[in-house]
């Protein structure tokens, strides 16, 4: 049975500041993994998308990595900003179409 | 236009009712999908739905069934609501076969269902 660990569980960072964070999954036969932003209150924002065969995926200030071998996966976030602040998740999909996502890590950006 | 939308957005019922909750796709995607997102914030799949067929059904009670008119609408019937059904209710939605299919999946904005 796939599990998906995300670490930390919640991280506070001054505006400004590079930031990593760490989705770990116990399956390595995955077909793609996905990370998603979602605001209090509200539904997911798929934010990138990397296929088992790529190693990262980027767009804008975020780039995501994936090892699939290692069974990890990081999103970085570079010059983070207040708008940023949200609980960001990790989905991997083994086998066909669904996703087992991880518990999230919520991020506050401080001005 | 929203990719991905469900009606209601709030639903506060009794126990023992009968309850439904509405999903759309304008996205001409032929995949779609009920999760479940607990107390905790975990999000788990429930229902998965190819061209109108059910794909995947995890362990759910029965009190749950899912019904797809068409490809681009999922609804979620939900009977004999119990307290440990309030949760939040988000469908998704993919392209899974053909040169467009990229397996990325979109969500809706929840539903968030009370039962007292």
């Known amino acids: 049975k796939q599990e998906v660990t995300q670490i930390p569980a919640a991280l506070s960072v001054p505006e400004g500041e590079n930031l990593v964070l760490n989705c770990s999954f116990t399956?390595?036969?995955?077909?793609?993994l996905q990370w998603f932003r979602q605001d209090p209150g509200k539904g997911l924002t798929s934010l990138l998308l990397?296929?088992?065969?790529?190693r990262e995926q980027t767009s804008g200030r975020l780039n995501a990595s994936l090892d699939k071998s290692s069974g990890r996966s990081t999103l970085y976030i570079a010059a983070s900003q207040p708008g940023d602040s949200a609980t960001y998740l990790c989905a991997v999909r083994l086998g066909y179409s669904t996703l087992t996502f991880g518990k999230g890590t919520m991020l506050l950006v401080s001005p | 236009d929203t990719a991905v939308s469900q009606t209601p957005k709030y639903l506060v019922t009794q126990m023992g009712n009968d309850k439904s909750i509405k999903c759309e796709q304008n996205?001409?995607?032929?995949?779609m999908y009920w999760y479940k997102q607990d107390s905790k914030k975990f999000l788990k799949i429930m229902f998965s739905?190819?061209?109108?067929?059910?794909?995947i059904n995890e362990t759910v009670p029965n009190r749950f069934s899912p019904k797809s008119p068409d490809k681009a609408h999922l609804n979620l019937h939900i009977n004999s609501l119990e307290l440990g059904d309030s949760a939040v209710y988000f469908c998704?939605?993919?392209?899974?076969?053909?040169?467009?299919?990229?397996?990325?999946?979109?969500f809706g904005p929840g539903t968030r269902l009370t039962v007292t």
């Open positions: 996205l001409g995607h032929d995949t």
């Open positions: 739905y190819n061209n109108k067929e059910l794909i």
């Open positions: 998704a939605s993919s392209q899974e076969a053909g040169l467009g299919g990229s397996y990325e999946q979109y």
């Open positions: 990397i296929q088992s065969s790529q």
């Open positions: 399956d390595s036969a995955i077909y793609n």
